[in-house]
Nanobody, 123 residues
Framework: QVQLVESGGGLVQPGGSLRLACAAS????????MAWYRQAPGKERDLVAE???????NYPDSVKGRFTVSRDNARNILYLEMNRLKPEDTAVYYC?????????????????WGKGTQVTVSS
């Protein structure tokens, strides 16, 4: 199992910046891919940024060029640097981790989510 705790959310004016962090604990040696998602009220949870085990990153067009995802594997922390924030970026931001663990019965694949951190972009 893995526990994920997000931090860094808050209220920011349009055009401002925030840096989110997601601290992982537990079976962190099993973590492969990690990602940030967000969910606005009344909307589905959408991918914001992902970083694969290989280091490859992917972003939807809505945040490309403004958001940057990175991970510190030594400290087991996932980051999301958000710049030029817009009101439509307002949402709860969630951290996700995919795991592949070798167990006596074979490879166990699982997915874990954090509880989220609120980001509000408003003047």
């Amino acid at each position: 199992q893995v526990q994920l705790v997000e931090s860094g959310g808050g209220l920011v004016q349009p055009g401002g910046s925030l840096r989110l962090a997601c601290a992982a604990s537990g079976e962190t040696n099993c973590i492969t891919d990690m990602a940030w998602y967000r969910q606005a009220p009344g909307k589905e949870r959408d991918l914001v940024a992902e970083i694969l085990r290989t280091g490859t990153t992917n972003y939807p067009d809505s945040v490309k060029g403004r958001f940057t995802v990175s991970r510190d594997n030594a400290r087991n922390i996932l980051y999301l640097e958000m710049n030029r924030l817009k009101p439509e970026d307002t949402a709860v931001y969630y951290c996700k981790a995919d795991l592949q663990c070798m167990k006596p019965t074979g490879i166990e694949v699982s997915r874990y989510w954090g509880k989220g951190t609120q980001v509000t972009v408003s003047s």
